[in-house]
């Protein structure tokens, strides 16, 4: 049974760096549960980049140039419980 919202619903995520408190593997189960859609490159389509420590310089770059908000692990499970 589907108890989740679809706070993501559709929306490319892009995971970046290394995370303290939540492992990539359970940061990308949050995100499918929630209706995301992984992606593994930043790109137009990408809606929001979940950077932890040492985030890729060229994922930064990019997503600078496109303006995609990176949010932190914080954020994004804030944006989960609204």
């Known amino acids: ?8 619903n559709g929306k490319n ?9 939540l ?10 549960e929630n209706g995301g859609k992984l992606s ?3 790109n137009s389509k990408t809606k929001i980049i979940i ?3 040492s985030i890729g310089p060229s994922k930064k ?5 496109l303006k995609i908000p ?7 499970l804030e944006m989960l419980d609204t």
């Open 51 to 53: 950077g932890g420590q």
């Open 13 to 21: 995520i892009v995971i970046s760096g290394t995370f303290e408190s």
């Open 40 to 42: 593994s490159t930043v």
């Open 23 to 32: 492992s990539r593997d359970k940061i990308k189960q949050l995100i499918i």
């Open 61 to 65: 770059q990019k997503a600078k140039i």
């Open 70 to 76: 990176i949010i932190s692990e914080k954020d994004f």
């Open 1 to 8: 049974k589907q108890n989740k919202r679809s706070v993501l």
